[in-house]
């Protein structure tokens, strides 16, 4: 059963710094890992998606990587800034995009 | 830009009621999903749907729960005899295919609050 944990469950930092939030997966037959970010009562919004045979994609300042074999992705975000702050969430669709599991979740605060 | 759509934002049921949860996918989507996060928890994976039937469920998606596509634009969670533990926020998600290049779209949610 694919287990999804996320480290640290909640981070604080100053505006500008360079942050890297992490996810480690149990199983590594993955059809793709999503990063999402989801504010306070909304919903979730999609940031990158890496499928299983890529190993990092790139939005902005945002960029995702990911090691099957370690069973682990990092989400990496250059030069933060107040309006990052959010929830970030990790989650793997299992082979053939039919269901979906969650980690619970980085909560960033970023200092202005 | 598309996107998903649900209603109501939020409902209050009484205990034992039934509840439908609507959604309006992306137009020309045809994988559908439902997710719950009840408050403080884990975004947990309900069901999905292809093709007028469901594709896989979790073991959260026991016989008080039933999904359906009734029309061409709206998907549809109807949980029955409710309890107090299904107080939740619901999101709906769509995806154009299954595709792993594909993320899903969600909407904005339904908060159940059961009394």
């Known amino acids: 059963k694919q287990e999804v944990t996320q480290i640290p469950a909640a981070l604080s930092v100053p505006e500008g710094e360079n942050l890297v939030l992490n996810c480690s997966f149990t199983?590594?037959?993955?059809?793709?890992l999503q990063w999402f970010r989801q504010d306070p009562g909304k919903g979730l919004t999609s940031l990158l998606l890496?499928?299983?045979?890529?190993r990092e994609q790139t939005s902005g300042r945002l960029n995702a990587s990911l090691d099957k074999s370690s069973g682990r992705s990092t989400l990496y975000i250059a030069a933060s800034q107040p309006g990052d702050s959010a929830t970030y969430l990790c989650?793997?669709?299992?082979?053939?995009?039919?269901?979906?599991?969650f980690g619970a979740g980085t909560r960033l605060f970023v200092k202005a | 830009e598309p996107e998903v759509t649900q209603t109501p934002s939020h409902q209050v049921t009484q205990m034992g009621q039934e509840v439908i949860l609507r959604c309006v996918p992306i137009?020309?989507?045809?994988?559908f999903y439902w997710y719950r996060q009840i408050l403080g928890q884990k975004v947990e994976f309900l069901v999905s749907?292809?093709?007028?039937?469901?594709?896989?469920k979790s073991e959260i998606f026991d016989d008080q729960f039933s999904v359906e596509r009734p029309d061409g634009s709206n998907f549809t969670l109807k949980i029955r005899s409710t309890k107090l533990e299904d107080s939740a926020m619901y999101f709906c998600?769509?995806?154009?295919?299954?595709?792993?290049?594909?993320?899903?779209?969600f909407g904005p949610g339904t908060r159940l609050t059961v009394l």
């Open positions: 998600a769509s995806k154009l295919v299954a595709a792993s290049t594909d993320t899903q779209y």
């Open positions: 199983d590594s037959a993955i059809y793709n």
């Open positions: 890496i499928q299983s045979s890529q």
């Open positions: 989650a793997l669709e299992d082979t053939g995009g039919f269901k979906t599991i």
């Open positions: 137009s020309n989507h045809l994988y």
């Open positions: 749907f292809y093709n007028n039937e469901i594709s896989e």
